[in-house]
Nanobody, 126 residues
């Protein structure tokens, strides 16, 4: 089993930045792919960003809506993945979830992830 704990959410103003963290514990060998998803009220959970560590190389993937504004990174020594969010807008308001799995195919499909954190609220005011 893998446990994921997110932190770093909060209330910010449009244009501000925020950095989320997700710490993994347990069988972290099963977390080759770690991702961030978000879910706004009344909307389906949507992919934000993913990072895969493979043979010492990190490959990153982003949703078009956050490309150029958000950056995903990971510190394997700390079993932690980060999401740096810049130029935030009210449309980014959602609960942000960290997720993990061991394979990369269809990385943007939330139904294929094995492990989830409890979520952290990000609210961006205009």
């Amino acid at each position: 089993q893998v446990q994921l704990v997110e932190s770093g959410g909060g209330l910010v103003q449009a244009g501000d930045s925020l950095k989320l963290s997700c710490v993994a514990s347990g069988r972290t060998l099963s977390t080759t792919v770690m991702s961030w998803f978000r879910q706004a009220p009344g909307k389906e959970r949507e992919f934000v960003a993913a990072i895969r560590w493979w043979w010492g190389v990190n490959n990153t993937y982003y949703a078009d809506s956050v490309k150029g504004r958000f950056t995903i990174s990971r510190d394997n020594a700390k079993s932690t993945v980060y999401l740096q969010m810049n130029s935030l807008s009210p449309e980014d308001t959602a609960v942000y979830y960290c997720a993990a799995r061991n394979t990369l195919n269809n990385y943007d499909s939330y139904v294929l992830y094995d492990y989830w954190g409890q979520g952290t609220q990000v609210t961006v005011s205009s």
